[in-house]
């Protein structure tokens, strides 16, 4: 095996641990916001997720330029970060209103679906290509969705719209990143990200 086919297949692997770890962070978030929705509004909610995100980033900015860093903020692409901290905006106000008034399983499980609508935004604005097998699956994940949903039953909750446009929105974002990954370095990612985030009607 060539010395490069090794680094991708390390690579790889990272890249799919960290998925992983990223999704099991997102389900334990979606539990504590369940539990904090009984006693707090959903506003109160997302205004203090994203409080606590700016501070965490001014942190993390502060103990880098502390040990003599150079930190860029500036962006080639200031619509792009606007566009990501609006999905990112919408993705975790809807996420919390559907948690604060539906079901925890039904909500997270809607929520985690943004993979599925990733190679599908991204096919349509990116041409981004996927390939057949890929699209069967993901054709078995939409009617999975259909499933959760049950949209022609009695059962039909439409508070769980709100997970899927969450689901809807994270993708978006999750684009959005993709593309500012070719230009811009990740400290200016995130703070155009959580900076441009505070401007919310909860601030």
């Known amino acids: 095996m060539k010395r490069s086919e090794i680094t991708d297949k390390k690579r790889l692997i990272r890249a799919a641990s960290l998925a992983v770890m990223a999704a099991f962070s997102y389900t334990l978030m979606t539990l ?69 008034n539906a079901p925890l399983v039904e909500v997270n499980s809607l929520a985690l679906t943004y ?18 097998k890929s699209w069967a699956a993901l054709i078995a994940g939409f009617v999975g969705i259909l499933l959760i949903i049950k949209p022609y039953f009695g059962t039909f909750n439409p508070l769980l719209l709100f997970a899927l446009i969450s689901a809807i929105a994270t993708a978006t974002s999750f684009l959005t990143v993709y593309k500012l990954a070719k230009h811009d370095r990740s400290e200016e990612r995130r703070v155009g990200k959580e900076c441009r985030s505070r401007w919310s009607p909860y601030h």
């Open 115 to 132: 993979a599925l609508f990733i190679p599908v935004l991204g096919y349509v604005f990116l041409k981004i290509k996927t390939n057949y």
């Open 32 to 100: 504590f916001v369940k539990f904090a929705a009984d006693n707090t509004s959903a506003s109160m909610i997302v205004f203090s997720r994203f409080s606590l995100s700016l501070l965490w980033v001014v942190i993390i900015l502060t103990f880098k330029h502390l040990r003599g860093k150079t930190i860029t903020i500036k962006s080639k692409h200031p619509w792009l970060h606007l566009l990501r901290a609006a999905c990112g905006f919408v993705a975790i106000s809807t996420l919390y209103y559907a948690l604060e």
